[in-house]
């Protein structure tokens, strides 16, 4: 079966810590993307990366960091910078940012900082 | 810049009744649209997309939405609610200028029985 898959589902850290969510994809997409997801604010761009090696600032990137060495992973790291890091992250991809293709989202990490 | 309002965080139908979630969009060039639906504690779905060509569009599920260009708005609609269609509905725009889509906040509906 061709998808997403996020780990772990649930993750909790001390504060201070880093923390680094896993994002693998068998869809043979070039782009995949980081959301975070907050009750009553819909979902806001973390990252985006259109190829490997290639990555761009979304809407909320402080604190955040990714990479993209392989076409298939797509990994996110909360740093300790990250003010509120608690959330539900989601990671999708779609097969490219030049034009309007659907995206296809993996089932999330609810992280929890206390 | 594009941007995207769901009015109504809740909308509560009674299972059988009309369902209706309200879209509207800001967007300078010519916008795509797109419906996804997303299921407690998952990621989100796909139910419809308008890009070009006809304005009524259909989804999965007996989902559709309307692309009406005078009112700058994508509402969906399903004729008869069913249980299983309780869940958060999100509306979002991408455009030429970015294809990256812009969500709205959410609508989350409620099904009674």
């Not at chain 2, 060039?29 to 139910?47: A, E, R």
């Not at chain 2, 969906?76 to 294809?99: I, N, Q, R």
Request: hydrophobic content about 30%; proline content about 5%.
């Amino acid at each position: 079966d061709g998808g997403i898959t996020q780990s772990p589902k649930y993750l909790f850290r001390k504060e201070g810590q880093n923390v680094t969510l896993s994002c693998e994809q068998n869809l043979n997409h070039d782009a995949m993307y980081w959301y975070r997801q907050d009750p009553g604010q819909g979902l806001r761009l973390i990252y985006y990366s259109q190829i490997v090696n290639d990555f761009q600032k979304g809407d909320i990137a402080e604190g955040y960091s990714v990479s993209r060495e392989k076409k298939e992973s797509f990994p996110l790291t909360v740093t300790s910078a990250q003010k509120n890091p608690t959330a539900f992250y989601l990671c999708a991809s779609s097969i490219s940012v030049a034009g309007p293709y659907e995206q296809y989202f993996g089932p999330g990490t609810r992280l929890t900082v206390t | 810049a594009q941007s995207v309002t769901q009015l109504g965080s809740h909308v509560s139908v009674s299972e059988g009744a009309l369902v209706l979630l309200r879209c509207n969009y800001s967007s300078s060039v010519p916008p795509y649209l797109f419906w996804y639906v997303q299921y407690p504690n998952q990621g989100l779905q796909l139910l419809l997309k308008y890009t070009t060509g006809a304005t009524l569009v259909k989804g999965i599920n007996g989902f559709e939405a309307e692309f009406k260009k005078s009112e700058t708005s994508f509402h969906l609609t399903k004729p008869s609610a069913h249980m299983s269609d309780a869940a958060e509905y999100f509306c979002a725009v991408a455009s030429g200028g970015s294809y990256i889509p812009t969500f709205g906040r959410g609508t989350s509906l409620i099904v009674h029985p």
